[in-house]
């Protein structure tokens, strides 16, 4: 079955146990990981079956962080408007990289945003460090 033809919790279900065995198969999670496309994959559809499920949309933008789909990351954290203290922490991260890679294509502008919005998240060395180079 694919997630297209399940229900958004056998989607959700299907992400989560997906995402147990690819901590267990791959030393570094990335999205193109056959394991992790398939929670990520679920959990997507999981949050665009239910949208209003808040618990769907923060497991997917915290996949999306975990397999380092930066920009994926950021905007579903940012969708989910308020974020408890974890969540701050990873939203925080994901700003962290875009800016670090705003920052490294020149676009000062960018990563300015990227920061400022990290910082409003949750403060790092990482935003700090990026922060001083602007």
């Excluded at 999670?29 to 665009?48: E, G, I, M, N």
């Amino acid at each position: 079955m694919t997630p297209a033809t399940l229900s958004a919790s056998d989607n959700f279900a299907r992400a989560q146990e997906y995402a147990v065995q690819a901590d267990v198969a791959y030393p570094v999670p990335f999205y193109d990981r056959t394991l992790w496309k398939a929670a990520v994959d679920h959990s997507y559809f999981a949050a665009a079956q239910d949208t209003g499920n808040r618990d769907y949309n923060a497991y997917l933008a915290q996949l999306y962080t975990k397999t380092q789909w930066w920009i994926n990351a950021y905007n579903a954290w940012n969708r989910l408007g308020d974020l408890n203290d974890t969540e701050k922490q990873w939203a925080s991260l994901s700003a962290a990289k875009l800016a670090y890679i705003a920052l490294q294509r020149g676009d000062r502008t960018a990563a300015r945003m990227y920061v400022d919005k990290g910082m409003s998240w949750a403060d790092s060395a990482s935003l700090q460090a990026i922060r001083s180079r602007l």
